[in-house]
Protein backbone atom coordinates (compact mmCIF):
# COMPACT_ATOMS: atom_id res chain seq x y z
CA UNK A 1 0.00 0.00 0.00
CA UNK A 2 2.47 2.64 1.11
CA UNK A 3 4.05 4.53 -1.97
CA UNK A 4 7.86 5.24 -1.26
CA UNK A 5 8.07 7.63 -4.15
CA UNK A 6 5.79 10.17 -2.92
CA UNK A 7 7.27 9.65 0.68
CA UNK A 8 4.16 6.99 1.49
CA UNK A 9 1.97 9.80 2.39
CA UNK A 10 -1.19 10.19 1.22
CA UNK A 11 -3.78 13.54 0.90
CA UNK A 12 -6.77 13.40 3.54
CA UNK A 13 -9.63 12.25 1.11
CA UNK A 14 -11.99 15.86 1.27
CA UNK A 15 -8.72 18.17 1.50
CA UNK A 16 -6.28 18.97 -1.83
CA UNK A 17 -3.78 20.47 0.08
CA UNK A 18 -1.88 22.71 -2.70
CA UNK A 19 -0.34 25.24 0.21
CA UNK A 20 3.00 23.12 0.63
CA UNK A 21 5.34 26.69 0.33
CA UNK A 22 3.67 27.61 4.07
CA UNK A 23 4.12 24.25 5.27
CA UNK A 24 3.98 20.38 4.57
CA UNK A 25 2.31 17.51 6.05
CA UNK A 26 5.13 15.63 8.33
CA UNK A 27 6.35 12.13 6.28
CA UNK A 28 5.38 8.57 8.47
CA UNK A 29 8.96 8.29 7.65
CA UNK A 30 9.90 11.60 9.68
CA UNK A 31 6.43 10.91 12.48
CA UNK A 32 7.82 7.87 13.13
CA UNK A 33 11.31 9.25 14.38
CA UNK A 34 9.68 11.75 16.25
CA UNK A 35 7.77 9.64 17.68
CA UNK A 36 10.27 7.13 18.99
CA UNK A 37 12.96 9.98 20.18
CA UNK A 38 9.81 11.25 22.16
CA UNK A 39 8.31 8.42 23.59
CA UNK A 40 12.56 6.53 24.40
CA UNK A 41 14.07 6.69 27.65
CA UNK A 42 14.35 10.61 26.84
CA UNK A 43 17.41 11.79 28.23
CA UNK A 44 19.22 14.93 27.70
CA UNK A 45 21.95 14.66 25.24
CA UNK A 46 24.40 16.87 27.62
CA UNK A 47 24.33 13.95 30.16
CA UNK A 48 27.20 11.75 31.03
CA UNK A 49 25.19 8.32 31.40
CA UNK A 50 23.95 6.29 28.74
CA UNK A 51 20.38 7.32 28.25
CA UNK A 52 21.92 10.91 27.49
CA UNK A 53 24.80 9.19 24.88
CA UNK A 54 21.71 7.95 23.05
CA UNK A 55 20.30 11.10 22.75
CA UNK A 56 23.31 12.77 21.98
CA UNK A 57 23.98 9.82 19.26
CA UNK A 58 20.40 10.62 17.95
CA UNK A 59 21.60 14.29 17.39
CA UNK A 60 24.65 13.17 15.45
CA UNK A 61 22.97 10.92 12.96
CA UNK A 62 20.72 13.85 12.04
CA UNK A 63 23.13 16.55 11.61
CA UNK A 64 24.76 13.47 9.76
CA UNK A 65 21.64 13.19 7.05
CA UNK A 66 21.51 17.25 7.15
CA UNK A 67 25.33 18.03 6.23
CA UNK A 68 24.91 15.08 3.70
CA UNK A 69 21.72 16.54 2.10
CA UNK A 70 23.91 19.70 1.23
CA UNK A 71 27.42 18.34 1.18
CA UNK A 72 28.35 19.81 4.15
CA UNK A 73 30.45 18.15 6.81
CA UNK A 74 28.59 17.70 10.39
CA UNK A 75 30.74 20.33 12.54
CA UNK A 76 29.13 22.80 9.74
CA UNK A 77 25.59 22.03 10.66
CA UNK A 78 23.95 24.11 13.76
CA UNK A 79 20.50 23.05 14.76
CA UNK A 80 17.61 26.03 15.44
CA UNK A 81 14.17 26.68 16.43
CA UNK A 82 13.10 27.45 12.69
CA UNK A 83 14.13 28.49 9.42
CA UNK A 84 13.48 32.48 10.75
CA UNK A 85 16.07 31.95 13.74
CA UNK A 86 18.57 30.78 11.24
CA UNK A 87 17.62 33.74 9.15
CA UNK A 88 17.86 36.28 11.98
CA UNK A 89 21.10 34.52 13.47
CA UNK A 90 22.68 34.52 9.94
CA UNK A 91 21.96 38.25 9.47
CA UNK A 92 22.44 39.72 12.93
CA UNK A 93 25.30 37.34 13.91
CA UNK A 94 27.53 38.18 11.19
CA UNK A 95 26.44 42.04 11.24
CA UNK A 96 27.39 42.04 15.04
CA UNK A 97 30.78 40.02 13.73
CA UNK A 98 31.64 42.30 11.22
CA UNK A 99 30.89 45.49 13.14
CA UNK A 100 34.49 44.48 14.98
CA UNK A 101 35.67 45.35 12.08
CA UNK A 102 33.71 48.79 11.56
CA UNK A 103 31.61 46.79 8.65
CA UNK A 104 28.04 48.01 8.65
CA UNK A 105 26.72 47.83 5.49
CA UNK A 106 24.61 44.90 4.44
CA UNK A 107 23.45 44.00 1.29
CA UNK A 108 19.74 41.97 0.69
CA UNK A 109 17.00 42.11 -1.77
CA UNK A 110 13.34 43.83 -1.78
CA UNK A 111 11.73 40.74 -1.62
CA UNK A 112 13.49 38.06 0.57
CA UNK A 113 11.29 36.71 3.54
CA UNK A 114 10.28 38.83 6.72
CA UNK A 115 12.50 36.66 8.44
CA UNK A 116 15.41 38.10 6.89
CA UNK A 117 14.01 41.81 5.79
CA UNK A 118 12.80 42.38 9.26
CA UNK A 119 16.05 41.57 10.31
CA UNK A 120 17.45 43.87 7.85
CA UNK A 121 15.24 46.59 9.53
CA UNK A 122 15.84 45.92 12.93
CA UNK A 123 20.14 46.25 12.49
CA UNK A 124 18.92 49.65 10.59
CA UNK A 125 17.06 50.94 13.79
CA UNK A 126 20.18 50.00 15.35
CA UNK A 127 22.37 52.10 13.18
CA UNK A 128 23.60 49.73 9.98
CA UNK A 129 23.39 50.30 6.82
CA UNK A 130 20.94 48.10 4.65
CA UNK A 131 20.99 48.20 0.33
CA UNK A 132 17.82 46.44 -1.00
CA UNK A 133 18.32 45.51 -4.27
CA UNK A 134 15.84 45.72 -6.90
CA UNK A 135 14.21 42.54 -8.86
CA UNK A 136 13.82 42.06 -12.12
CA UNK A 137 10.47 41.88 -13.49
CA UNK A 138 10.94 38.11 -13.94
CA UNK A 139 11.64 37.80 -10.27
CA UNK A 140 15.67 37.61 -10.48
CA UNK A 141 17.76 39.72 -8.67
CA UNK A 142 20.73 40.94 -11.48
CA UNK A 143 24.58 40.31 -10.46
CA UNK A 144 25.76 43.60 -11.73
CA UNK A 145 23.03 44.84 -9.64
CA UNK A 146 25.01 43.52 -6.19
CA UNK A 147 28.29 44.12 -8.15
CA UNK A 148 27.72 47.75 -8.16
CA UNK A 149 26.16 47.69 -4.21
CA UNK A 150 29.49 45.91 -3.00
CA UNK A 151 31.18 48.63 -0.97
CA UNK A 152 34.60 48.38 1.45
CA UNK A 153 32.46 48.47 4.81
CA UNK A 154 29.85 45.80 3.20
CA UNK A 155 29.69 42.94 5.91
CA UNK A 156 27.22 40.55 4.72
CA UNK A 157 25.31 39.78 1.10
CA UNK A 158 21.74 37.53 2.22
CA UNK A 159 20.08 36.83 -1.14
CA UNK A 160 17.38 33.57 -0.71
CA UNK A 161 18.32 31.06 -3.00
CA UNK A 162 14.33 30.10 -4.41
CA UNK A 163 11.22 32.91 -3.40
CA UNK A 164 8.65 31.75 -1.35
CA UNK A 165 5.63 33.52 -3.42
CA UNK A 166 6.43 33.65 -6.91
CA UNK A 167 9.25 30.61 -6.42
CA UNK A 168 12.22 32.20 -8.81
CA UNK A 169 15.37 30.40 -8.24
CA UNK A 170 17.94 33.08 -8.08
CA UNK A 171 21.90 32.79 -9.69
CA UNK A 172 23.35 32.11 -6.20
CA UNK A 173 26.45 30.53 -7.57
CA UNK A 174 27.75 33.47 -9.22
CA UNK A 175 26.11 36.32 -6.74
CA UNK A 176 28.30 34.25 -4.24
CA UNK A 177 31.51 34.69 -6.24
CA UNK A 178 30.71 38.71 -6.51
CA UNK A 179 30.52 38.68 -2.93
CA UNK A 180 33.72 36.22 -2.39
CA UNK A 181 35.92 38.78 -5.12
CA UNK A 182 35.27 41.31 -2.55
CA UNK A 183 36.03 39.48 0.77
CA UNK A 184 32.06 39.66 1.92
CA UNK A 185 30.38 37.06 3.64
CA UNK A 186 27.16 35.12 1.77
CA UNK A 187 23.84 34.11 3.25
CA UNK A 188 21.47 32.60 1.25
CA UNK A 189 17.67 31.52 3.27
CA UNK A 190 17.69 28.43 1.76
CA UNK A 191 14.03 27.60 3.12
CA UNK A 192 12.37 26.76 -0.02
CA UNK A 193 14.93 24.86 -1.70
CA UNK A 194 16.58 22.88 0.40
CA UNK A 195 14.53 18.71 -0.21
CA UNK A 196 13.19 20.69 -3.59
CA UNK A 197 15.78 21.41 -5.53
CA UNK A 198 19.55 20.32 -5.29
CA UNK A 199 21.34 22.33 -2.70
CA UNK A 200 25.33 21.89 -2.97
CA UNK A 201 26.97 23.91 -0.58
CA UNK A 202 30.46 23.49 -2.15
CA UNK A 203 28.67 24.18 -5.56
CA UNK A 204 27.38 27.13 -4.49
CA UNK A 205 30.14 28.66 -2.24
CA UNK A 206 27.85 30.53 0.15
CA UNK A 207 29.37 30.96 4.09
CA UNK A 208 25.50 30.94 5.51
CA UNK A 209 22.83 28.69 4.51
CA UNK A 210 19.66 28.28 6.39
CA UNK A 211 16.52 25.26 6.34
CA UNK A 212 13.45 24.47 8.01
CA UNK A 213 12.30 21.01 8.46
CA UNK A 214 8.81 21.55 7.90
CA UNK A 215 8.84 22.67 4.18
CA UNK A 216 10.31 19.56 3.20
CA UNK A 217 7.71 16.97 5.08
CA UNK A 218 9.42 17.35 8.84
CA UNK A 219 8.30 18.95 11.90
CA UNK A 220 7.78 22.02 12.69
CA UNK A 221 9.66 24.08 15.00
CA UNK A 222 13.23 23.14 13.80
CA UNK A 223 15.43 24.73 11.50
CA UNK A 224 19.30 24.41 10.93
CA UNK A 225 21.81 27.12 9.81
CA UNK A 226 25.16 25.93 7.79
CA UNK A 227 28.11 28.22 8.29
CA UNK A 228 31.50 27.19 6.81
CA UNK A 229 34.14 26.42 8.74
CA UNK A 230 35.40 29.64 9.76
CA UNK A 231 32.65 31.86 9.31
CA UNK A 232 31.13 32.34 12.87
CA UNK A 233 28.32 35.08 13.14
CA UNK A 234 27.67 35.80 16.55
CA UNK A 235 26.13 33.98 18.88
CA UNK A 236 22.47 35.06 19.30
CA UNK A 237 21.20 32.53 22.25
CA UNK A 238 23.65 32.88 25.03
CA UNK A 239 23.33 29.84 27.39
CA UNK A 240 24.89 26.43 28.09
CA UNK A 241 27.92 25.36 25.53
CA UNK A 242 25.29 23.12 22.97
CA UNK A 243 25.39 23.37 19.29
CA UNK A 244 29.10 23.52 20.07
CA UNK A 245 28.29 26.71 21.97
CA UNK A 246 27.07 28.63 19.01
CA UNK A 247 23.34 28.36 20.24
CA UNK A 248 22.47 27.23 24.01
CA UNK A 249 19.54 25.29 24.57
CA UNK A 250 18.63 21.99 25.32
CA UNK A 251 18.16 20.94 21.87
CA UNK A 252 14.86 19.61 20.20
CA UNK A 253 15.82 15.85 19.80
CA UNK A 254 12.81 14.35 18.02
CA UNK A 255 12.43 17.53 15.96
CA UNK A 256 16.12 17.10 15.19
CA UNK A 257 16.12 13.37 14.52
CA UNK A 258 12.72 14.29 12.20
CA UNK A 259 14.49 16.97 10.34
CA UNK A 260 17.32 14.68 9.68
CA UNK A 261 14.77 11.81 8.47
CA UNK A 262 12.94 14.11 6.28
CA UNK A 263 15.54 15.64 4.45
CA UNK A 264 17.40 12.11 3.79
CA UNK A 265 13.78 10.87 2.42
CA UNK A 266 13.29 14.15 0.19
CA UNK A 267 17.31 14.01 -0.97
CA UNK A 268 16.64 9.91 -1.65
CA UNK A 269 13.40 11.11 -4.02
CA UNK A 270 14.52 14.51 -4.92
CA UNK A 271 14.79 13.79 -8.74
CA UNK A 272 11.43 12.04 -9.20
CA UNK A 273 10.16 14.29 -6.61
CA UNK A 274 10.92 17.14 -8.95
CA UNK A 275 9.88 15.94 -12.41
CA UNK A 276 6.63 14.85 -10.72
CA UNK A 277 5.67 18.77 -9.18
CA UNK A 278 7.06 20.48 -12.23
CA UNK A 279 4.05 18.27 -14.11
CA UNK A 280 1.72 19.15 -12.12
CA UNK A 281 2.96 22.52 -12.09
CA UNK A 282 2.60 23.22 -15.87
CA UNK A 283 0.19 21.59 -16.53
CA UNK A 284 -1.98 24.05 -14.22
CA UNK A 285 -0.27 27.30 -15.61
CA UNK A 286 -0.55 25.92 -19.07
CA UNK A 287 -4.45 24.94 -19.23
CA UNK A 288 -5.22 28.09 -16.71
CA UNK A 289 -3.13 30.65 -19.17
CA UNK A 290 -5.03 29.15 -22.29
CA UNK A 291 -8.61 28.88 -20.56
CA UNK A 292 -9.31 31.97 -18.18
CA UNK A 293 -9.00 35.17 -19.92
CA UNK A 294 -6.23 37.36 -18.70
CA UNK A 295 -4.54 35.11 -16.45
CA UNK A 296 -0.89 36.41 -15.98
CA UNK A 297 1.71 34.17 -14.48
CA UNK A 298 4.19 36.03 -11.92
CA UNK A 299 7.43 35.18 -11.79
CA UNK A 300 9.70 33.81 -14.84
CA UNK A 301 8.84 30.14 -15.87
CA UNK A 302 12.65 29.11 -15.69
CA UNK A 303 14.69 28.81 -13.25
CA UNK A 304 11.26 27.87 -10.70
CA UNK A 305 10.72 25.68 -8.15
CA UNK A 306 8.90 22.55 -9.49
CA UNK A 307 5.87 22.96 -6.93
CA UNK A 308 5.11 26.96 -7.81
CA UNK A 309 2.61 28.11 -9.45
CA UNK A 310 1.48 32.18 -8.72
CA UNK A 311 -1.65 33.38 -11.16
CA UNK A 312 -3.25 36.64 -10.85
CA UNK A 313 -6.70 37.20 -12.13
CA UNK A 314 -7.55 40.92 -12.83
CA UNK A 315 -10.83 42.05 -11.87
CA UNK A 316 -10.75 39.73 -8.73
CA UNK A 317 -10.10 39.59 -4.45
CA UNK A 318 -7.68 36.99 -4.15
CA UNK A 319 -9.55 36.58 -0.67
CA UNK A 320 -12.86 35.84 -2.85
CA UNK A 321 -11.22 33.12 -4.32
CA UNK A 322 -9.17 31.68 -1.40
CA UNK A 323 -13.56 31.34 0.00
CA UNK A 324 -14.25 29.77 -3.01
CA UNK A 325 -11.51 27.25 -3.21
CA UNK A 326 -11.84 26.60 0.16
CA UNK A 327 -15.60 25.89 -0.54
CA UNK A 328 -14.21 23.03 -2.83
CA UNK A 329 -11.75 21.59 -0.23
CA UNK A 330 -8.48 23.89 -1.87
CA UNK A 331 -6.52 25.02 0.22
CA UNK A 332 -4.49 27.39 -1.31
CA UNK A 333 -2.97 30.94 -0.39
CA UNK A 334 -3.33 34.74 -1.97
CA UNK A 335 -0.81 37.15 -2.59
CA UNK A 336 -2.11 40.02 -1.41
CA UNK A 337 -2.68 41.06 2.04
CA UNK A 338 0.21 39.23 3.61
CA UNK A 339 -0.79 40.98 7.10
CA UNK A 340 -4.34 40.86 7.74
CA UNK A 341 -3.99 44.75 8.72
CA UNK A 342 -2.90 45.82 5.02
CA UNK A 343 -4.53 45.44 2.12
CA UNK A 344 -1.62 46.44 -0.04
CA UNK A 345 -0.38 43.16 -2.26
CA UNK A 346 2.56 41.28 -1.06
CA UNK A 347 6.36 42.50 -1.04
CA UNK A 348 7.23 40.49 -3.52
CA UNK A 349 4.20 41.09 -5.95
CA UNK A 350 5.09 44.66 -5.74
CA UNK A 351 9.23 44.12 -6.14
CA UNK A 352 8.44 42.46 -9.68
CA UNK A 353 6.31 45.49 -10.02
CA UNK A 354 2.98 43.80 -10.38
CA UNK A 355 0.07 46.66 -10.42
CA UNK A 356 -2.17 46.47 -7.67
CA UNK A 357 -5.09 46.01 -8.79
CA UNK A 358 -3.55 42.80 -10.59
CA UNK A 359 -1.89 41.95 -7.77
CA UNK A 360 -5.18 41.96 -5.73
CA UNK A 361 -6.59 39.17 -7.40
CA UNK A 362 -3.38 36.93 -7.40
CA UNK A 363 -3.36 33.13 -5.59
CA UNK A 364 0.09 31.18 -4.96
CA UNK A 365 -0.58 27.15 -5.33
CA UNK A 366 2.41 24.96 -4.17
CA UNK A 367 2.52 21.02 -5.28
CA UNK A 368 4.40 18.76 -2.21
CA UNK A 369 4.99 15.26 -3.41
CA UNK A 370 2.70 13.90 -2.18
CA UNK A 371 -0.14 16.19 -4.69
CA UNK A 372 -1.72 14.16 -7.67
CA UNK A 373 -2.49 15.01 -11.47
CA UNK A 374 -5.94 14.57 -10.54
CA UNK A 375 -5.39 17.43 -7.52
CA UNK A 376 -4.24 19.92 -10.17
CA UNK A 377 -7.00 18.78 -12.71
CA UNK A 378 -9.68 19.17 -10.32
CA UNK A 379 -7.80 23.17 -9.21
CA UNK A 380 -7.99 23.91 -13.12
CA UNK A 381 -12.09 22.74 -13.21
CA UNK A 382 -12.67 24.62 -10.09
CA UNK A 383 -10.71 27.86 -11.12
CA UNK A 384 -12.78 27.77 -14.51
CA UNK A 385 -16.04 27.66 -12.70
CA UNK A 386 -15.38 30.16 -10.20
CA UNK A 387 -13.26 32.74 -11.68
CA UNK A 388 -16.06 33.14 -14.34
CA UNK A 389 -18.75 33.77 -12.05
CA UNK A 390 -17.31 35.84 -9.64
CA UNK A 391 -15.97 38.55 -12.55
CA UNK A 392 -19.74 38.38 -13.55
CA UNK A 393 -20.67 40.17 -10.16
CA UNK A 394 -17.62 41.97 -9.88
CA UNK A 395 -17.62 45.90 -10.61
CA UNK A 396 -13.53 46.16 -10.94
CA UNK A 397 -13.68 43.37 -13.70
CA UNK A 398 -16.56 45.01 -15.14
CA UNK A 399 -15.50 48.27 -15.02
CA UNK A 400 -11.95 47.18 -16.59
CA UNK A 401 -13.86 45.20 -19.54
CA UNK A 402 -15.18 48.55 -20.97
CA UNK A 403 -12.12 49.90 -20.38
CA UNK A 404 -10.91 48.01 -22.75
CA UNK A 405 -13.36 47.78 -24.96
CA UNK A 406 -13.29 51.94 -25.29
CA UNK A 407 -9.21 51.55 -25.67
CA UNK A 408 -9.88 48.81 -28.55
CA UNK A 409 -12.61 50.76 -30.14
CA UNK A 410 -10.37 54.25 -30.07
CA UNK A 411 -7.39 51.81 -31.80
CA UNK A 412 -9.96 50.83 -34.45
CA UNK A 413 -10.47 54.12 -35.61
C1 LIG B 1 8.98 29.45 5.74
C2 LIG B 1 10.14 30.30 5.40
C3 LIG B 1 10.97 30.85 6.40
C4 LIG B 1 10.67 30.68 7.86
O1 LIG B 1 10.82 29.36 8.31
P1 LIG B 1 10.12 28.96 9.70
O2 LIG B 1 10.71 27.63 10.03
O3 LIG B 1 8.65 28.89 9.41
O4 LIG B 1 10.47 30.01 10.68
C5 LIG B 1 12.04 31.60 6.00
N1 LIG B 1 12.32 31.81 4.71
C6 LIG B 1 11.56 31.31 3.73
C7 LIG B 1 11.92 31.56 2.31
C8 LIG B 1 10.44 30.55 4.04
O5 LIG B 1 9.68 30.05 3.06
Known amino acids: MENRSNGGFQPSEKIVY ?3 AATTPCAPEALAVVVEALSGACGNPSSHYSIGYEAKEILDRARAQVAAAIHASPAEIFFTGCGSEADNWAVKGSALTKARQNKR ?11 VLHSMRALERMG ?23 RPDTALVSI ?48 LLSMSAHKFNGPKGVGALYCRKGVWPQNLIDGGGQESRHRAGTENVAGIAGMGAALELAVSHLEERMAHETQLRDYVIDRVLSSIPEARLNGGRAPRLPGNVNLSFPGLEGETILLDL ?11 A ?17 PEEIGHGSMRFTFGPQNTMEEAKYLCDVLEEVIPRRRAMSCMWLQGQNTARQFSRKGEK
Open 18 to 20: LDN
Open 105 to 115: HLITSAFEHHA
Open 128 to 150: FEVTYLPVSPEGYVRPEDLEAAI
Open 160 to 207: MMANNEIGTIQPIKELAEIAHKHGVWFHTDAVQAVGAIPVDVQELGVD
Open 326 to 336: DMHGICASTGS
Open 338 to 354: CNSDSLDPSHVLQSIGV
